[in-house]
């Protein structure tokens, strides 16, 4: 027989429209060739055009569904991405930390694309207590970092200047993406790493996209998951979304476009 090959977990939400979540990871996955595994913490009806409705399965069954990986696979990063409820994030921290996985990326999903909220209001402060400590680096967008800090970001200059309270909550290190800041035609994303800050820059596409957020951080995670470097994973994650959006498409009625995950595709 031979050796096991590496393994990426997903724990996150299910989109039935295919453009987010963990339909989204596992493309991620399968693109950078990386087996993807997931962990379904939450169902939602959703198309192009938003958020129908959201189910959150008991937590005895996702952890049976996270034991399963971690029992037979080499999993050697874990991206975390929507889980609804406190209680759900505690089953998830305390997987986390039974079957400590070298690398933990979290996207911090709160709201989706179309503004529905996906994350109740007693899950805020679980996430902060429970899963941030545990990241090896946790990738919000504007609007989850000023969640998180109960502050307004809205310059470039407030993105710097919440690194280091964001990285204080726990995680190792931060990539606050500047997406939603709309100050330039370029998009400033931000890695602080252990205090060290990396800005990448991309042109900013005249698109409403779908997915960039999962894609981000399952690029991430993949790309630790092979071995690269933090900088390394976060600035490849970076490109291969912004690849991702220019061959991007619209399977739905809705405006926004979903990503081409496989045109992407890194040749690394």
């Known amino acids: 027989m031979t050796a096991r090959v590496a393994s990426a977990l997903t724990i996150a939400g299910s989109d039935s429209g295919g ?12 693109a950078h060739r990386v087996h993807g595994l997931s962990a379904l913490a939450a169902l939602t009806a959703q198309h192009t055009r938003g958020v129908t409705a959201v189910h959150v399965p008991d937590t005895g069954f996702l952890r049976a569904q996270i034991d399963a990986c971690f029992e037979d696979f080499d999993v050697r990063a874990v991206k975390l991405g929507m889980l609804a409820n406190a209680e759900v994030i505690r089953a998830v ?41 545990l990241a090896t680096v946790a990738t919000p967008n504007l609007p989850e970092a000023e969640l998180l800090l109960g502050a307004r970001i809205d310059s470039r200059e407030a993105m710097r200047a919440a690194l280091e309270p964001l990285r204080a909550l726990g995680p190792a290190a931060v990539l606050l993406k500047g997406g939603h800041l709309d100050d330039g035609n370029d998009v400033l994303d931000l890695l602080d790493d252990r205090g060290d800050v990396h800005p990448m820059s991309h042109a900013r596409l005249d698109v409403s996209a779908h997915g960039t957020g999962c894609t981000l951080a399952s690029a991430v995670a993949a790309r630790l998951c092979r071995g690269s470097a933090l900088l390394d994973s976060c600035r490849s994650a ?19 476009i979903v990503l081409d995950h496989f045109g992407a595709a890194p040749r690394d």
Request: glycine share 8%.
């Open 93 to 133: 921290a305390d997987a986390i930390e039974r079957y400590r996985p070298a690398h933990v990326v979290l996207d911090p999903v709160m709201v989706a694309t179309s503004g529905a909220a996906l994350l109740q209001a007693d899950a805020l402060d679980a996430l902060r207590t429970y899963l941030l400590p």
């Open 19 to 30: 453009g987010a979540g963990i339909q989204a990871d596992l493309k991620t996955f399968a």
């Open 238 to 256: 970076a490109d291969y979304v912004h690849e991702a959006l220019l061959a991007g498409y619209r399977p739905g009625l809705g405006d926004v």
